[in-house]
Nanobody, 125 residues
Framework: QVQLVESGGGLVQAGGSLRLSCAASGRTASSYALSWFRQAPGKEREFVAGVSRSGEDTYYADSVKGRFTISRDNANNTVYLQMNSLKGEDTAVYSC??????????????????WGQGTQVTVSS
């Protein structure tokens, strides 16, 4: 079992920045790849960014490349999402998800085993 707890969401003006955190706990938490997904009202959940178990490999959706940065602190089992140059279309509930590292990286949310409760990000224009 892996527990994921997100924090750092809030209200920010367009062009501003936020940093999300996801703390992972559980006996095998360090063996999981971690990703961020988001879901806006009336839309399907979409992949945002992912990071490998080691932290060396990162993946981004085209919509956030160059603006968002995912990183991982394995000493504290925490993954971060630094979000810069935020836009109104970034408004969504952001959730952290875990997938066993040995299965490889995937974009589909159905392939992730554990999810956090989500944190709301609202960008005002």
């Amino acid at each position: 079992q892996v527990q994921l707890v997100e924090s750092g969401g809030g209200l920010v003006q367009a062009g501003g920045s936020l940093r999300l955190s996801c703390a992972a706990s559980g006996r095998t938490a360090s063996s999981y790849a971690l990703s961020w997904f988001r879901q806006a009202p009336g839309k399907e959940r979409e992949f945002v960014a992912g990071v490998s178990r080691s932290g060396e490999d990162t993946y981004y959706a085209d919509s956030v490349k160059g603006r968002f940065t995912i990183s991982r602190d394995n000493a504290n089992n925490t993954v971060y999402l630094q979000m810069n140059s935020l836009k109104g279309e970034d408004t969504a509930v952001y959730s952290c998800a875990a997938r066993p590292s040995h299965r490889g990286f995937v974009w589909s949310d159905s392939e992730y085993d554990y999810w956090g409760q989500g944190t709301q990000v609202t960008v005002s224009s």
